[in-house]
């Protein structure tokens, strides 16, 4: 119980922090450390975006946000009056119901997400056009319900990190002016958030993402602590739910000498028919603000939730054709297929002594 005051008490601190991320990118760097302790602890713990930076390391953080439907909230679930029922476990829901929680960027469940993707590549450098590779990304999800809000929302503390695993990702040699393969785990991308989910069924939600240089291999690490602020507007409605997840990070420290400021915004429209099934298009874009280039995809995803045994799992595939992209090195297609297992809460537990 002790744990779990000393987390609400952080929550409040955040907020004033959080604020004023957006104008004063490098305030506040006693909180950061803070940040990627906590986001570490559920990988640890568990034992249990898509776009990438071509030209020479991985946007982790791109990884990391291929899907906000993995974000969390409020184990509750919308009734047609608008009111929040108290939720039971999930293995005690039917799989539309945790289909429908799981659409809501501020839910509470926690998840377990591996992203399978392949990408195939195009650009002036070359040999670009014959460049392709497969990449895992795991992202743990325990997100942490705070309660009511004083407006009747029920508010959620995100927690989200999320590690790639590329194999023979193609590395630009300059030297013989062509492509290696490399494969090794990826720099971390990770994120802590705020979100409430109003009576209304409107979301909105606001945090710091960030981005570890964490990579295994010199040639697809990014070398730099990076940090910037989050934010989510959407609204959930009976037949889905349709929103906007923007971002920003900018390097905060590092060793590789390059100014990095990239901007990105998810739109999402999905929508929820029944049985499980979400059909819709959240397509990542990003703006590179050093170089003055776009990466942008049209995306389609369709999924269903199903029942094995007690476990509810989400089983997603994904499809981006980018139509613009850097004219050095870049996607042209995605095909992902996305697993989604919903497993306990034990780090909430844990925290909150039950």
């Known amino acids: 119980m002790q744990k779990w005051i000393l987390l609400q008490a952080l929550v409040v601190d955040l907020e004033s922090t959080f604020t004023g991320v957006a104008s004063r990118p490098f305030t ?5 450390i803070l940040l990627i302790l906590i986001a570490a602890v559920p990988v640890f713990a568990a034992e249990e975006t898509t776009a990438v930076e071509f030209a020479s390391n991985v946007n982790a953080t791109n990884l990391f946000r291929a ?3 993995a974000l969390a909230a409020t184990q509750t679930t919308s009734s047609g009056s608008g009111t929040n029922q108290p939720a039971k476990e999930g293995s005690a829901k039917s799989a539309d119901e945790v289909a429908r929680e799981l659409a809501n960027p501020n839910n509470s469940l926690a998840s377990l997400t591996f992203r399978n993707q392949y990408i195939w590549y195009k650009g002036d450098l070359p040999h670009a056009d014959n460049q392709s590779n497969y990449q895992m990304v795991f992202q743990p999800v325990f997100p942490f319900n705070l309660g009511q809000t004083d407006s009747g929302g029920k508010a959620t503390l995100f927690v989200r990190p999320a590690i790639p695993l590329l194999v023979d990702y193609p590395s630009f040699d300059t030297g013989s002016l062509d492509f290696d393969g490399v494969t090794a785990i990826g720099d971390i991308g990770f994120d802590i958030g705020y979100g409430v989910t109003e009576k209304n069924g409107f979301l909105w939600a606001y945090g710091m993402v960030g981005t570890l240089p964490t990579a295994t291999d010199e040639d697809v ?3 730099e602590l990076k940090l910037g602020p989050e934010a989510l507007f959407a609204k959930f409605e009976k037949w889905g739910i349709y929103g906007i997840f923007p971002s920003h990070q900018w390097d905060v420290v590092g060793w590789s000498g390059e100014y990095y400021s990239v901007s990105q915004l998810q739109a999402f429209l999905v929508f929820l028919p029944g049985d499980g099934i979400n059909v819709g298009s959240k397509p990542i874009m ?18 269903k939730t199903v029942k094995m045994g007690q476990t509810p799992v989400k089983l997603e595939l ?6 613009d992209q850097p004219d050095a090195f870049g996607p042209e297609w995605m095909i992902g297929f996305n697993v989604t297992p919903v497993v306990n809460n034990f780090i909430e537990s844990w925290i909150k002594g039950q």
Do not use: Q
């Not at 994904?318 to 139509?323: A, K, L, P, S, T």
């Open 28 to 32: 506040g760097c006693w909180i950061c």
């Open 67 to 69: 899907s906000p439907y």
């Open 221 to 223: 690490a990014g070398k």
């Open 286 to 303: 990003n703006y590179n603000w050093d170089s003055h280039e776009w990466t942008v995809p049209l995306n389609l995803t369709i999924g």
């Open 318 to 323: 994904e499809i981006n054709y980018f139509v």
